[in-house]
């Protein structure tokens, strides 16, 4: 299970794309790939858990915004 914010689960339905969560918490995670998308300014995270979920997270901007979206076929 991947839960992001106090009590959010991503095994809820969601909107293709949530905004600055204030927590996260990963559970039960096969991978977790880390990539620099623009040096200083971009990061991207792709979250594979066990039960075949997929999410993916985006970290950048000037302000520091963070999505992340459930990307499961």
């Known amino acids: 299970m991947l839960r992001l914010g106090n009590t959010l ?4 339905l969601m909107s293709r794309f949530e905004k600055n969560p204030d927590e996260i918490v990963l559970e039960d995670v096969k991978m977790f790939h880390y990539e620099t998308m623009e040096e200083g300014r971009h990061v991207w995270i792709g979250i594979y858990t066990n039960d075949g979920k ?3 997270m985006n970290i950048g901007g000037d ?3 963070v999505y992340y979206s459930n990307e499961t076929p």
């Open 9 to 12: 689960s991503l095994q809820l």
């Open 54 to 56: 997929i999410y993916h």
């Open 63 to 65: 302000n520091l915004k």
